[in-house]
Structure formats: structure tokens, C-alpha cells
């Protein structure tokens, strides 16, 4: 069984571009959760998503971020214009549905974005 | 805004030696989790330990929980090199969340 996958694992953008960070998540789970981690800082929840639903954003800035978890395919978390100050690690993880060990979640690699 | 505070915010330690970390979070929760961090890599799940329980152990791990005093310590026994790390405390506060939040992290260095 696979782990949490993200790419990619490294992704420099110039101010003003796009930058889109994919998660695809174990085999069986169904909640993806994104978390941002800046130099030397512990980590910042984002959004958690269900299988095409957004069940809390709360921590995800209103303008130039988004995310969506469609029903097939990865999770993506997309980041418009980007500028300097959203340089960080992003991490995703996902856990199982209800049934289960819900509370554990499981992280990928994460995605090291640099803005020029 | 953080919940957990991690201290210290680092130690170093010899090998052989123990290492404790504490975290304190300020609201209910319904578990409590410890993750370790290498390099500014991935995170590795070392430990839950729910409301309600107030000991765990898992291998060279100890975790204890005290809710009247939001707080919970994490114990290493016996370190290896191995072990250095960032150690990060992260709470799932009560109510239906599934959201982890985070404390800033304890940097361990275990010298051999």
C-alpha cells in the first residue's frame, strides 16, 4: 500500500504565476488535509476535503488559495499570483473514512515551493 | 492561531541518555498526537493518545497526558543518533474536526 504521494516535491514560480500542488492520498482514505509549514515554524492547517467536498477552510487565506478534492483523481491545492511570503513546505495527509483509525493522519513527503 | 507550545524548544542530548519534551495547548481536545520530523522532510505518526487515557507507551516512546493541566510529555528512552529530530506535539480539539493543530516543535539533537 502506497503512502501519501505529493508532487511535485519541489516547484520554484516567479511572483504573479500559478503554482498547483497535487496530493493523492492511501488506498481507503477519504479525507485529504493540507497543512503549510514555513522555515523553522511548526505546521499551519489549511483546508481538510472530503471526496468533493470542503468540510473546513478555515485555515486557508481567502484570496489566491484554493482546493479541491474531486472524485477522481488527486487533491489539488492551487495557489494563484503567487508572491514571495507563500514560499513553505505544504503538506498533505489523509486518513480513513469513519470506520477505522479516523483520527491518525498519514503525510506525504510534502512540496517545497519557492517564489522568486 | 498555535495551540501546542513545545519546550524546550531545544535539546541535546548524549547517546544512551533519555529525552523528555513537553507540549501544553490551550482548549478540550480529543486526542492528542505526537509526529517526528526529519530535515524538514515528512512527518512520521509516532504516537496518539485519546482524552481519556493518561499513559502510552510504544516501544522506547512514552507519552502521558494530563487534561487538568493541558499538558503532555513525550519520552525517549535510551537515544540514538537515530532519534534527531524535530518532535512536534499537534491536538484534534473537541467537537465533530478532524484538523490537527499544531505546536512549533521540539529540535532534538542525540550526539553519539
Known amino acids: 500500500n502506497a503512502g501519501v504521494m505529493q508532487n511535485p516535491r519541489h516547484l520554484v514560480r516567479r511572483r504573479g504565476q500559478e503554482a498547483r500542488l497535487r496530493c493523492s492520498p492511501m488506498k481507503g482514505h477519504s479525507h485529504v488535509y493540507w497543512y503549510r509549514q514555513l522555515p523553522e515554524e511548526g505546521l499551519k492547517f489549511m483546508v481538510y476535503l472530503q471526496k468533493e467536498n470542503i468540510i473546513d477552510e478555515s485555515g486557508m487565506p481567502k484570496e489566491r488559495f484554493s482546493a479541491e478534492f474531486p472524485k477522481e483523481g488527486p487533491s489539488i491545492l492551487r495557489i494563484q499570483q503567487v508572491v514571495r511570503g507563500d514560499s513553505a513546505a505544504y503538506f498533505c495527509a489523509s486518513s480513513p473514512p469513519a470506520s477505522g483509525n479516523q483520527e491518525t493522519q498519514y503525510f506525504g513527503p510534502g512540496t517545497r515551493l519557492l517564489v522568486l | 492561531s498555535q495551540q501546542g507550545e513545545e519546550d524546550p524548544q531545544a535539546l541535546s542530548i548524549q547517546e544512551g541518555e533519555n529525552a523528555t519534551m513537553n507540549c501544553s495547548y490551550k482548549?478540550?481536545?480529543?486526542?492528542l498526537q505526537w509526529y517526528r520530523q526529519n530535515s524538514g522532510r515528512g512527518l512520521v505518526h509516532l504516537i496518539l493518545i485519546r482524552s481519556n487515557e493518561r499513559e502510552k507507551h510504544s516501544g522506547r516512546l512514552r507519552v502521558t497526558l494530563d487534561t487538568s493541566k493541558k499538558s503532555s510529555s513525550l519520552l525517549i528512552t535510551a537515544s540514538r543518533a537515530a532519534d534527531t529530530a524535530s518532535y512536534f506535539c499537534?491536538?484534534?480539539?473537541?467537537?465533530?474536526?478532524?484538523?490537527?493543530?499544531w505546536g512549533l516543535g521540539t529540535s532534538l539533537a542525540v550526539n553519539p
Open positions: 482548549t478540550s481536545i480529543n486526542n
Open positions: 499537534a491536538t484534534n480539539n473537541a467537537g465533530n474536526n478532524r484538523k490537527l493543530i
